[in-house]
């Protein structure tokens, strides 16, 4: 494709493009769907009815309707099979997240392709690791990892992509009910 091609093309489908953004923006609070994975949290949104959370760096990531959060994790199984963290871990996050469901979002490319929830008590194997090895070292742990095959195996399938690859509701409300 020669560079004239290539614009012509962007050209094309920029316009839908804004209107992603548009909905990112109206529905969910997002600024901007090229940046911190704007794009795939609003589908994640939109299959689960959860609710941006933007008020911290430092908090949850979303909430249901009764005001329950949650910590959102994505992973690109094309690059890679685990779930990154936190750069920083330390005693007040891990506290933290043992307070919340957790949603993990599978992805290939740009293709969401499951979605799992996962409980605090699930994850417990996870944080009693970090929280030893945090009152080990005295240190923040640097980003560790939940991996893909843990999730699928020990989570609850809230969403599986279709034939058509097309989103469907699947609201968190519902199945933890």
Do not use: C
Request: zero cysteines.
């Amino acid at each position: 494709m020669t560079n004239e091609e290539a614009i012509e093309k962007f050209n094309l489908l920029f316009p839908y493009i804004r209107e992603y953004q548009k909905l990112a923006k109206d529905f969910a609070n997002i600024e901007d769907i090229f940046q911190d994975n704007g794009g795939k949290l609003l589908q994640v949104l939109l299959v689960t009815n959860l609710q941006n959370l933007t008020d911290s760096r430092e908090g949850n990531d979303a909430k249901d309707s009764t005001g329950l959060e949650y910590e959102l994790k994505s992973v690109n199984t094309i690059l890679t099979k685990s779930f990154s963290t936190n750069h920083h871990l330390n005693q007040k996050i891990i506290n933290k997240y043992r307070k919340v469901d957790w949603i993990f979002a599978i992805y290939e490319d740009i293709e969401l392709r499951e979605i799992y929830l996962m409980t605090p008590a699930m994850l417990e194997p996870f944080y009693q690791k970090w929280e030893n090895q945090y009152n080990t070292t005295g240190k923040d742990i640097n980003n560790p990892k939940i991996p893909l095959k843990f999730v699928r195996e020990n989570g609850i399938l809230v969403f599986k992509h279709n034939s058509t690859n097309t989103l469907y509701s699947a609201p968190i409300e519902k199945i933890k009910k």
